[in-house]
Structures are given as C-alpha cells and as structure tokens.
C-alpha cells in the first residue's frame, strides 16, 4: 500500500509544481455574485438579477430569507426582497457556497457517491458553523457558513484524479490516505486561486492544526469544532480526537465536553441551519 501511496502522492505533487493539476473553477452565477459584491458601485437590485438567472438558487436564497434563523417577522416570495432582507454581503457568501453544490458531481458512480458525501459533511459541517458563529462570536454567520462549506473543497481534484486512475479508485484505502494528506493543500491553492479572503483562505489547512496558536478565534477556529462536533460519537477518527489539546474551544469560550451542544434550543438552531443547505 505504501508504494502506491508514494507513487500516487509524489504524481499529484508533481503535478501541482507544474501547473498541470487542473484546479476546479467556481460556477459561473457565483463568480457573478463575488464580483457584484466586491464592487461598491454594485447594489441589490444588481445583485437579484444576478442570481435571478439561476431559478433554483434563486429559490434557496428566498429559502435562506426566510429561514427561522433570521426571526424574519413576515415571509417573503420574491428574490429582490429576500436580498434586501439579508443585505449583500450575506447573500454573496450564501449564494456562493449553495452555488458550489453543482461542483460534487460526477460520471463515475464511485465518484460521484464520494463527491456527494464530501458536500454532505461540509453541509453539516456548514450548518453547525453558521449557529456557533452566532451564539459565541462576534464572527460574520455567513461567512462562518462558507468556512464550513469550503473546509474540504481540496478533495474535489483528489477525486478528480482518481477518476481517470481507476488504480487508485478501486484502492479506497489508498484513496482515503491521499485525501488526508493533500486535500488541505489542494483546498488553500484553490481558495487563493478564487481570490477568497484571508481570513477563508486557509480554513482548508488552518481548520486541522488542533494546536495552533492565536490570540482571537476566527473562522478556523469555528470549522474545527463543528467538525469534531459533526463527528462526535461516529466511528471516524475524529470522534478520537482529545478535545483538551485543541486550542479552538477555549478561544471560543466552550468547554470540551461539548454539552453545549445537547441544549434543546442550540439543536433546533443547528437542524434549521443545516435545512437551509439542503
């Protein structure tokens, strides 16, 4: 196994310091998004008609307005609305990380069923983010939100690669360690690549330093304990983790023993957070 591992380590590193590992590109509607948000000329009505060609993350965006979460006091139909109501900013994260979905596909079953599972944790993981960012930071949730959606988004062109060397997907072994090892490098070029914020920029890496130090949580730091949150009592890993080495928790203010997470009213608050990506 160990021989296969090198080979298929030292073939995607090779292929990283050449530039012919072909980094995935944000969907085009999210690209529209970022750039509408990032010019201050822009405003919301621009920003609607953006998405507004997209009808289904259209809908998801009415979806997120509406959500519980915001104690909206009346419910909106229409998409103009739902971006006046979550400001641009919010709905700029929010529509780039639903957008991102339509990037776990693929013609393989195999891939395909691990790209959806990959999206399927970031969700989850995603969902806890947005309601500890808000509990227990002055953090922004939708950004928060976003961290958790891209903490794994280096394993896109892992699976990418093992598409075209059916070696290495029939080797799920294999496959898994390679994963481990490179996604969190892959997922901060790829960050970089989309011009992210410095603060999102290395979440892919900075989310698995249990131990790292800093004076102030940030975003990172969410992501590592809804990570180990999403995992706790599963037979992964993770769910070994000793809680008291990882840093996060005490700059979050929360104790290791994750009871925080039992109360009735932060579940609830997680459940409608994960609906939301769903």
Known sequence: MNLILDKVRQEIIQAIESDRLVLPTLPEVALRVREVAEDPAADMETLAAV?????ALSARIIKVANSPLLRAPRPLNDLKSAVMRLGIAYTSNIATGLAMEQMFQATSDLVD???REVWSRSSEVAGICHVLCRHYTKLRPDQ??????????GVLPILTYA???PALLSNSLVLDRVIEELHPILGDLILK???FPAELARIPSEHLQFTREQNHADYADIVTVALLQSHMGSTHTLANVDYSSVTAFARLG???DMQYAESEDLSAEMEAAMLLLS
Request: aromatic share 4%; proline share 0%; no cysteine.
């Open 144 to 153: 928060a939100t976003l961290a958790g959606l891209v903490h794994q988004i």
């Open 51 to 55: 998405i507004g060609n997209d009808a």
């Open 254 to 256: 929360l104790e290791t």
């Open 163 to 165: 598409e075209s060397n």
């Open 193 to 195: 690549a989309w011009r």
């Open 113 to 115: 069923h691990r790209m």
